[in-house]
């Protein structure tokens, strides 16, 4: 195992940038965060989200050329990353809840755009999202919760969510065998150094035997917690040190979240959850089918996938199939040979296989 030597929660990885914080407040209370990193004045913004339970981490990397620097090379010198509820910085994952991807689009994405433009003002803004970012800013779009948006970039996932048939199986039955049956409301990829004989030690141990890829627990109990029975990611498209430092840069996952996901997988598309219990107030903005609206999104979306991916398999291709037959020529496509979902952002190489196509896609669209 690779000796870890980088700072959990480290902005190491960007450099020759001005870096601010930016907390804000959702109206539902719960506090998040905005981080700038400004290297030079411009007049295209790109926002990135991330996905759960990863956070901001998986775009300042520092153990190779990472999205943010990435982009400030390429010309785009204002960038935001933004911590939301599923973050892997915050508390909110391990707590008990009922959050679901619903609140997200509705608090946290609006809030998060309103906070950026009281700094930015009117300037073009592009969004490049990961997992259940893309998922829930997709879902916003949609909704029209946020507006103004030049571009989208979504990775892995979108309004037509896919799964393997184990992780259907997981989605389906892991919400009430956690919290009714084994204890915790939550999976952790650090199980794997809890105390011998406790529950989330025995959980990871139960784990490990199915998962021979590698001898890491923490990627033991992500595969478990996402994959389809297999890694999140390629292992030969992720640096060691990566590798040796997940339980650092994914979080604990509280299990209601994959109610929703469940739901969606179910129906084919995202949907709202929780039926007329939770559809009073302002989720009754919300519409009950986010793809019926998919032919008011003008916002360009560029749709990428690996095909690999063992945790949305080709969530993303039907999704673009989905949006080119309402909206035709106005979105894209692009599958990573030899990715699957997470080692796009995270590989090693990403600054030479992938990134490439995100910048041009979002200068295209800039112009």
Request: proline letters at 6%.
């Amino acid at each position: 195992m690779v000796q870890q030597r980088i700072a959990r929660f480290t902005r190491a990885g960007v450099a020759d940038a001005e870096v601010s914080d930016h907390p804000f407040a959702t109206a539902d209370g719960l506090t998040l965060n905005l981080t700038r990193f400004r290297r030079a004045a411009c007049d295209d913004v790109v926002l990135l989200v991330h996905g759960l339970t990863t956070s901001s981490d998986m775009y300042i990397m520092p153990e190779h050329t990472n999205l943010v620097n990435f982009l400030h090379d390429a010309g785009f010198g204002d960038v935001w990353t933004l911590d939301f509820r599923m973050s892997g910085r915050f508390p909110y994952n391990s707590e008990t809840h009922r959050y679901d991807l619903d609140d997200i689009a509705l608090y946290d994405h609006p809030a998060a755009l309103a906070e950026l433009r009281r700094h930015i003002g009117d300037r073009r803004v592009h969004v490049v999202s990961h997992c259940l970012g893309a998922l829930s800013f997709s879902m916003a779009l949609s909704a029209g919760t946020v507006t103004g948006v030049t571009s989208l970039v979504c990775n892995s996932v979108s309004l037509t969510p896919r799964t393997p048939a184990w992780s259907k199986a997981k989605l389906r039955f892991g919400p009430p065998l956690m919290e009714y049956v084994l204890g915790p409301c939550q999976l952790d990829p650090r199980y794997g150094s809890a105390p011998v004989l406790t529950r989330g030690w025995l959980i990871s141990k139960a784990v490990a035997p199915f998962h021979r890829d590698c001898d890491e627990p923490a990627c033991h109990m992500l595969s478990f917690m996402w994959g389809g029975g297999k890694p999140i990611f390629t292992h030969a498209k992720m640096s060691p040190v990566t590798h040796a430092r997940l339980a650092d840069l994914f979080g604990a996952c509280n299990v209601h979240y994959y109610r929703h996901v469940h739901a969606m997988v179910k129906a084919g598309r995202a949907v709202r959850f929780g039926g007329r219990a939770r559809s009073g107030g302002a989720r009754a903005a919300l519409p009950d089918d986010y793809l019926e609206r998919a032919a008011e999104i003008t916002t360009p979306i560029l749709f990428l996938t690996g095909d690999r991916n063992h945790v949305f398999t080709d969530s993303n291709v039907v999704c673009h199939r989905a949006l080119e037959a309402v909206s035709p020529g106005l979105h894209e496509l692009a599958i990573l040979p030899g990715y699957g979902h997470q080692d796009p952002f995270m590989g090693a190489n990403a600054d030479t296989e992938v990134f490439p196509q995100v910048v041009d896609f979002l200068k295209r669209k800039a112009s």
